[in-house]
């Protein structure tokens, strides 16, 4: 899928037949990045019939970034309460990823649901991709509500991040390295990198290699890669080259490189790793870093 060979298409499409549903997952969003219109029927199917909750998310995804007649609709019906959480999640961010206007009402309502924490989580991210004007007070009342969740609280920040909101550019360092909620750091940490045209790869760094919490660490990974700051290029590649540092903290600096090298491409899909079910930090980043 990152290669971009579109004809690999259909031997991908073949792929999500597979018995095992990591293959499934894999080979739903490579066609995603291939924009494989030739195979919208098959990711249809998928985000219809799986039976793994992730393969129909992700290809919720998917099906956003192909686009074509009837994807909105389709993406909306999935937002029903029949569908499982996850998957209710992976269509409020889709129709953010549609980029179209129309679907920020909605998405505004979804953002505000108290019953519903990572849907709503996910509908505030779409919001932030479709940098909505009118959703930056809603996502700030979100974020300053100490009586929600503190993941809810953090996708609001995130989102806030994305829109470039100046009412949270000046609290960004301070929440990144908040000393309370480890959730509310982790977004502080990965909105760091989220904030157009914010250099923080110094307070970056200072994250990926001083904090404990492997969520913030996998946080301040992305991010690296998502503020394509190269001011940190040389001090990551002295960590990788060094023997004298630990090879969790050099494997670290890697995947940083990496998020580099791609250029910082957005990864919103991170945001909901942990409503996943992924057991790590490292695995979540690595599985979503070539995603988008």
Excluded at 231 to 239: A, E, T
Aim: with cysteine; aromatic share 4%.
């Amino acid at each position: 899928g990152r290669i971009g060979e579109p004809a690999a298409a259909p031997a991908l499409a073949a792929a999500l037949d597979d018995h095992q549903a990591e293959v499934r997952r894999a080979a739903v969003s490579a066609l995603g990045a291939l924009r494989a219109v030739s195979s919208r029927k098959a990711v249809v199917e998928a985000f219809t019939g799986d039976p793994d909750t992730q393969v129909r998310g992700l290809a919720a995804v998917s099906l956003a970034r192909i686009g074509g007649t009837g994807v909105a609709e389709l993406l909306k019906s999935g937002l029903g309460i029949r569908h499982p959480r996850a998957v209710r999640g992976f269509c409020a961010l889709a129709l953010g990823l549609l980029g179209d206007p129309a679907n920020a009402p909605l998405l505004r309502g979804l953002a505000v649901e108290r019953s519903e924490s990572s849907v709503a989580g996910a509908a505030a991210i779409a919001l932030g991709l479709l940098r909505d004007p009118l959703a930056a007070r809603v996502l700030r009342k979100v974020a300053e509500d100490r009586s929600l969740d503190a993941d809810r609280r953090g996708y609001a920040v995130e989102a806030l991040a994305m829109m470039g909101d100046p009412f949270l550019r000046a609290r960004l360092r301070a929440l990144a390295r908040e000393t309370g909620a480890a959730d509310v750091r982790r977004a502080g940490t990965l909105a760091l990198g989220l904030y157009p045209g914010l250099e923080a790869g110094r307070t970056l760094l200072a994250s990926l290699f001083e904090e404990n919490d492997p969520w913030v660490k996998g946080a301040a990974v992305a991010a690296l890669g998502l503020s394509g700051d190269r001011g940190v290029l040389d001090s990551l590649v002295g960590v990788v080259s060094s023997s004298g540092f630990r090879s969790e903290a050099r494997k670290d600096a890697l995947w940083a490189l990496a998020g580099l090298v791609q250029g910082g491409r957005p990864s919103p899909v991170e945001m909901l790793a942990r409503d996943l079910n992924y057991r790590s930090a490292g695995r979540a980043a690595r599985a979503v870093a070539f995603l988008f």
